[in-house]
């Protein structure tokens, strides 16, 4: 019997299905400066959204913070555990000074922000069945397994929500994994390695981090891009792979892990794709999910650069404009 949780309460209709929470950035003693990634870029997608008169305070919805009991859908109590070790939390998120802090702090200031996100993809889950989609504005840490974290991603939140939608919601049985962010998802695919009713496509530069070898097992469409990818090539081959992923396994949901890094530029992405190119292809993905009446959830996952958040604002206002995402299934 699945436990009682906060994070599949009702959320108001009059909310669109965009979820975020203040609590998403983590800002202190400038330790955020230390790691490539833009550790506040979350906040300033929503700041660009208002910017644009296209959200209001009221009109999304407040991510929860995943509790203890909710990680453990997934998460080991050993590993869990470890993470009240600042040393451990420093080499996951690869933000060295993180050593020195107690772990409370660490707990507060660096856990407490991911737990929030974490929270956010599984209610994005719930709100995309409801609604036909949904769009974590944080989230999509894909390099966290069960047991094992590792490259800034410290919860599983994409296994996570995928389990609790089977555990929890009727008709819900067949999921698809769309990852395009540059890196390879090992996390969630070694999470669903032996569950055939997870589809998962990939598409990542071949030649940077994990790496993983016995994970890429898990994947149904595996696409290696090599250093310097651009537009055109990437965007067919998204296309192309998108499609045959439908047309193999018809799931009950998608989750569409949107990283940016694939952006020319990225300190850690290699790949050489432009901010039109990163909105052509939400739309890609977006388009394929809502012609077959296919919910899907976003989530945002690695972008290293400055301007990351105006191209995933941007992208947003793009699904808008073309009708990809409306507020009709909640009135």
Request: aromatic share 10%.
């Amino acid at each position: 019997m699945p436990h009682n949780t906060h994070l599949y309460e009702e959320v108001s209709k009059t909310c669109w299905p965009i979820i975020y929470s203040p609590k998403y950035n983590i800002t202190f003693l400038g330790l955020e400066k230390l790691h490539p990634f833009d550790a506040g870029k979350w906040g300033k997608v929503i700041n660009f959204l208002k910017e644009e008169n296209f959200l209001a305070d009221v009109m999304m919805v407040e991510a929860r913070e995943a509790t203890d009991e909710d990680l453990r859908v997934v998460h080991t109590q050993r590993y869990l555990n470890r993470l009240k070790w600042s040393f451990v939390v420093a080499t996951i998120t690869e933000i060295p000074p993180v050593f020195c802090l107690p772990n409370f702090v660490v707990q507060r200031h660096v856990l407490r922000p991911l737990r929030t996100q974490t929270g956010g993809t599984i209610m994005a889950g719930k709100l995309a069945i409801e609604r036909g989609w949904a769009i974590n504005i944080g989230g999509g840490f894909h390099h966290c397994s069960s047991d094992k974290g590792g490259g800034f991603c410290v919860y599983a939140d994409i296994t996570l929500s995928i389990k609790f939608l089977f555990d929890r919601v009727e008709g819900v049985s067949k999921a698809t994994i769309i990852d395009l962010d540059a890196h390879q998802g090992n996390g969630h695919e070694r999470d669903f390695m032996d569950d055939s009713r997870v589809y998962i496509v990939d598409i990542y530069n071949r030649n940077i981090y994990p790496g993983d070898g016995f994970a890429k097992r898990a994947i149904k469409r595996k696409v290696e891009l090599e250093w310097g990818t651009g537009d055109q090539d990437y965007l067919m081959k998204v296309d192309e792979h998108v499609k045959g992923a439908l047309s193999d396994h018809e799931p009950d949901v998608i989750i569409y892990n949107a990283g940016t890094d694939i952006l020319d530029g990225d300190p850690l992405g290699g790949l050489s794709v432009s901010a039109e190119g990163i909105i052509k292809r939400d739309e890609m993905v977006f388009r394929a999910a809502r012609s077959q009446n296919i919910p899907i959830f976003m989530v945002t996952s690695g972008g290293y650069q400055k301007h990351t958040a105006r191209i995933i604002a941007d992208s947003i206002l793009n699904l808008y404009n073309l009708g990809l995402i409306d507020h009709l299934e909640a009135i």
